[in-house]
């Protein structure tokens, strides 16, 4: 799937950010070079991290089993989306495994984002999962200024209700805003900025790829 091209954008990428670059300017110089179309370059900003961003994000990382007993908050679209993703197993949509140990989509669809049958089946897929190890509290944010995010929020918390899961599901203007303020013990999230400021972080899809997801195959840049 990747070709010469994108392999050595990805070791060029990493040299530049290792020596502090700003990520758009080192990509935006790479891909003209390279001659990246705006799909590969979109793949290349979510997947690649100096080694300074992998290690301050692979300190916050903590086990699944770590939300058992804990309040933890769940960054919705940016979940929701990734776990959708994972289980429609559409080449066209991969999933990468990132530099810093997160898994993330380059779907693009949040902004006009749609719900579906697999909407529902990622819903159930998450919960299934989180109630194996049941947080003392969960709260799910979605941004207001999506469309069906008030109904998409309504939903979780009729499933919430149906996993006996204690917990809540809203809509605010900012999500990273939100999490970023939030006292919480755990955050669900690929954010690298929600990331940055929070106490701790769980990657549910990369669980969900391990257990209840049948294999897939990552992506992974070299």
């Given amino acids: 799937m990747l070709d010469e091209r ?5 070791i060029d990428i990493r040299f530049l950010l290792d020596r502090d670059y700003e990520k758009a300017s080192a990509i935006k110089f790479v891909g003209n070079k390279y001659l990246l179309n705006k799909s590969e370059r979109h793949m290349l900003y979510r997947a690649l991290y100096s080694k300074v961003e992998i290690n301050a ?39 990468i495994d ?3 140990g997160i898994l993330r989509d380059v779907s693009g669809v949040f902004g006009s984002y749609v719900i579906t049958q697999v909407t529902f089946e990622a819903i159930d897929t998450i919960l299934s999962q989180i109630t194996q190890n049941p947080p003392k509290l969960i709260q799910f944010f979605f941004d207001s200024q999506v469309s069906k995010s008030g109904e998409l929020a309504k939903i979780i918390r009729e499933k919430m209700t149906e996993f006996a899961l204690n917990g ?12 970023k303020t939030l006292d919480c013990d755990i955050v669900a999230t690929s954010d690298t900025i929600i990331i940055a400021h929070a106490p701790a972080v769980v990657d549910i899809p990369r669980r969900l790829s391990e257990t209840i997801i049948p294999p897939i195959i990552l992506l992974k840049l070299p």
Avoid: W
């Fill in 98 to 100: 990132c530099d810093d």
């Fill in 57 to 95: 994000t692979k300190r916050k990382l903590v086990p699944f089993e770590n939300i058992s007993g804990k309040h933890l908050a769940v960054d919705g679209y940016n979940i929701l989306i990734t776990v959708e993703t994972l289980l429609e197993k559409n080449n066209e949509k991969p999933v």
């Fill in 168 to 179: 809540a599901a809203e809509t605010v203007k900012q999500v990273d805003t939100a999490l």
């Fill in 6 to 10: 994108m392999k050595n954008a990805s």
